[in-house]
């Protein structure tokens, strides 16, 4: 039984990689580094021949226009290629993602979807890391509250969906314990980091000036920044219960995972 991670040396990919490592279960990760292109389908059979399951977290994002053409390919492929169990990285709220989530399942492979809410470590591994490390914190978001949710946590919930005896054909809403509007949240990374962070809610140009700054490119910058938009209406703003169903644990707090970070010197 080998476990294909499709994104493997990224943020989520990375961590349930490593986890798999641990157990000493037949793992190996795919990326453009390796000869995998999602841009490119002609490089897609040979990386999903002779895996049994695979963890799928597509780049840059799930949401985007275009992504539930390829999910279906994939689909298609894999069962096409015998695999047992898919595992597919998906966020809440977002209509992109479900026409995604729908499309990799239309291949008829047993799917097990985490709809995750914002990563914490949006703060520290991407593309807040900057901003946070500069002390001040410029988003196009309103005065609305998410629940954000430890990457950690959710790579054991991919743990558990991959390797447990029988497949999850389930959809499951992943978020933090707590909700927090991006001000608390800077509050938060102020009083831990014992530094100055400050946030402002700016417009979407705003916003995608800092990112191109930060060396994010416009293609990836612009729908992010309207994605930013789209799922801060409030839609989002409550807490769910998929890491206590899955995990039999409570999930992690923001302050928390900022404490680890600081911990393992992030943000120096
Ligand atoms: N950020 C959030 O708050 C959030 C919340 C919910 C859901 N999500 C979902 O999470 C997913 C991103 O997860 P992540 O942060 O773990 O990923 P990530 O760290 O951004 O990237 C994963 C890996 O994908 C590879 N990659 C990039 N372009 C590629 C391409 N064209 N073909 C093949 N591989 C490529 C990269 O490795 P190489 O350079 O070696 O190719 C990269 O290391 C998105 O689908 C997003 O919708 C994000």
Redesign the pocket.
Known sequence: MTTLI??????????VFDRLTVTAAPVRF?????G?????RG?WATTVRGSTAAYV????????PG?PAKMEALGVLAAQAGLERLVL????G?EG?RASEAALRSGGVPTTVL?????Q??FS??FLSGPVRRGRLRLPAPDVPEA??D?DDVADAAVLALTRPAPLDATYELSGPELLTFAQAAEILAEVCRRPVTFESVDVPTFVEDLAADGIPAQEAEPLAHLFTDILDGRNASLTDGIQVLLDRQPSSLQTYAQRTVEAGGWS
Do not use: I, K, M, Y
């Not at 795919?30 to 390796?34: L, N």
């Not at 995998?36 to 490119?40: E, K, N, P, Q």
């Not at 977290?57 to 985007?64: H, I, M």
């Not at 990285?89 to 809440?92: F, I, K, Q």
């Open positions: 499709l994104g493997g040396p990224g943020r989520s990919g990375s961590r795919a990326s453009r580094r390796t995998f292109d999602w841009d490119d490089t977290c597509f780049t840059p994002d799930l949401a985007f992504v990285l998906s966020g809440r977002e993602a709809r995750c809410s914002w990563f470590q949006n591994e991407h954000f949710v990457l």
